[in-house]
């Protein structure tokens, strides 16, 4: 019985697509346009006209660069530096940012407590909800530098008490946006005792949940912005 010659089967280049994994895990934690920190981002592009921008902590929070050009995210997690080299986040970034010219990216895996950046080099620094970034990273940001800051891990209540910053403003969360005003900023960073927030309550605040904590603030929102004044 004669055998079959099996037939060869002629493979076919197949070009492969870029997977789609880095930016579903990013859209779904962050909704992508969605996120509710867009108009945050948009509120202090407008007023501080930062071009070199800082994101310690960032994990994989790309929004800040929809509205910055040239932005420098730091984070731990050396897992998510190919995040921010995937070819899909970077045209998802390409095809929806507010600004003309080309985007900048650098992403540093390693802790922000070690020294990273030249020193006195950014114009606006962000802290989200890493912890407290304005002790070890207040240094990189130029005199006259914004920080945008969050108070969910009371980074913004720490750096209240920092000499060489000054409170600008109160971002109205009801109202999206930036207000400047004394009335506005009235009340916070005071406690309901009519005094202001100290040095032991700031470790107080980073170390105890706020329900266990023996004081309590007159007013809080989640993000301020202050100015490096020295």
């Known amino acids: 019985m004669e055998r079959k010659k099996s037939k060869k089967v002629k493979r076919l280049n197949v070009k492969k697509t870029p997977s789609q994994t880095q930016i579903k895990h990013f859209l779904k934690i962050y909704k992508g346009l969605n ?32 509205f910055f050009s040239d932005v420098t995210y730091i984070d731990f997690d050396s897992k998510i530096k190919q995040f921010f080299n995937d070819e899909k986040v970077l045209c998802w970034l390409d095809n929806n940012k507010f600004y003309k010219e080309k985007f900048k990216i650098k992403f ?3 802790d922000f407590n070690q020294v990273f950046e030249e020193l006195n080099s ?24 914004y920080f945008l800051v969050s108070d969910a891990h009371s980074d913004a209540r720490a750096t209240f008490l920092m000499p ?37 309550q700031v470790e107080e ?6 329900s266990k904590r023996k004081f309590k603030m007159l007013k809080e929102e989640m993000f301020y912005l202050f100015k490096k004044i020295k």
């Open 108 to 110: 540093i895996d390693q």
């Open 164 to 200: 060489n910053f000054s409170f600008e403003a109160v971002y109205d969360s009801s109202r999206s946006i930036l207000d400047f005003s004394d009335k506005a900023k009235i009340g916070h960073f005071i406690t309901t005792q009519g005094d202001v927030i100290s040095p032991i």
């Open 205 to 210: 605040s980073i170390r105890i949940p706020k």
């Open 35 to 66: 996120d509710w920190h867009i108009p945050i981002f948009r509120a202090v592009q407008e007023f501080t006209k930062a071009k070199h921008v800082l994101y310690p902590g960032s994990h994989k929070h790309i929004t800040p660069s929809l």
């Open 122 to 145: 950014f114009d606006l620094m962000i802290s989200a909800c890493a912890g407290i970034v304005s002790k070890e990273c207040s240094k990189y940001l130029k005199i006259g530098g």
